[in-house]
């Protein structure tokens, strides 16, 4: 079996472990390095025939220029979303295969966690009794049974978190540009337009990609539709979210509680340790003053059972290229849809 080599950006021990497990007698030899890609880091790829990289690794034209240059044909990214690459910058150069699915469960359950955490507040519940104060004064949730959410994106994560929404009694408004009549149906959700959704939704959760149409979808603008006290759950990306207008909705009460496991800015801080260095970003640094905000590093894929399906269906997609020059999970380069039938017969637009 052909040995190839692959350089693993922004490698965690977390990752080490899942992809050290995984990987052993598949052929693909795995070289870690801690930092991010990027142009400053992109040559500590020299030698290899593939790059493993994740959400805040960015390859630009002038990274995939170098990539390229130096050999490498392959980016396996070891995640679902695909907006940190220029896929106009690697057209014709170098293919991009992503995991497209590892657990959306993994995804919807951390997305009810934060909504359930914020709106019956057990992160300060756990703190009080903790300290020996069992006050239940500012704890005041309300029931989810009975309320309208809205989910943006019914793909894989938004059916999920659409099906546990159902499960407490929620009547569920859905928001995406392919509806799904027969989801619809058999899950009791209803698809409504957008401003529909926003004007209706208790809560509104976001599960759709980010793409150049939906950069900031929820801004002022959006915010001043929604009902007064919306809780806003993103799991999906950070630039959905205008992160200035959120704080405006949050001071003036608009939106009542925000659960956010991404961020715009997310790139420098999350996954790292800044508990000594302090935060330079003052947009994330107000945002975490707010009592009703909940945020957690983009952790929301973060099960076992999700990691181990992301390594193996990044070997898997590493191995069936330079074997095979098999791309199942190819991210088309032309049109850039994870989902395009027609980049196998290069007849795509
Ligand atoms: P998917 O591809 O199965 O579904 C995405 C859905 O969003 C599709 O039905 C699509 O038609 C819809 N959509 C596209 N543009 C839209 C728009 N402007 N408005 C509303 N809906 C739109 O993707 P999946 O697996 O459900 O993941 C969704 C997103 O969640 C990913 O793109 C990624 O950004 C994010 N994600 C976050 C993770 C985390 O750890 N926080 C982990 C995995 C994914």
Known sequence: MKTIKTTFFDA????????NAVAGGSGVELKYFAGHLSADTVQ??????????????????????????????????????????????????????????????????????????LNRKTHKAYFRTRDGNFAINGLLGFDLHG???????????????????????MRVLAFDPFPDAAFAQASGCTYADLPALYRESDVITLHCPLTPENVRMINADSI???????????T???????????????????????GLDVYEEETEYFFEDFSAAGIDDDVLARLMTFPNVLITSHQAFFTREAMTNIAQTTLDNIRGFFDRGELPHEICYRCGEATCQRKASGKCF
């Open 12 to 19: 965690k021990p977390y990752d080490r472990e899942t992809f």
């Open 44 to 117: 500590v790829a020299a030698g290899a025939e593939a790059v493993c990289i994740f959400v805040n690794d960015a390859v630009t034209r002038e990274v995939a220029d170098v990539l390229y240059a130096q050999g490498v044909r392959l980016i396996a990214l070891r995640c679902a979303g695909y907006n940190n690459v220029d896929l106009k910058a690697v057209y014709q150069r170098l293919h991009v295969v992503r995991v497209p699915a590892y657990s959306p469960y993994a995804v919807a359950e951390h997305a009810v966690a934060l909504l359930l955490t």
């Open 147 to 169: 309320k309208t959410a809205g989910v943006v994106g019914t793909g894989k994560i938004g059916r999920v978190m659409a099906g546990i929404l159902r499960g407490f009694g």
């Open 224 to 234: 001043a539709q929604m009902k007064k006290g919306v809780v806003i759950i993103n």
């Open 236 to 258: 999906g990306r950070g630039k959905l979210i205008d992160s200035l207008a959120l704080i405006g909705g949050l001071k003036s009460g608009q939106v009542g509680a925000a």
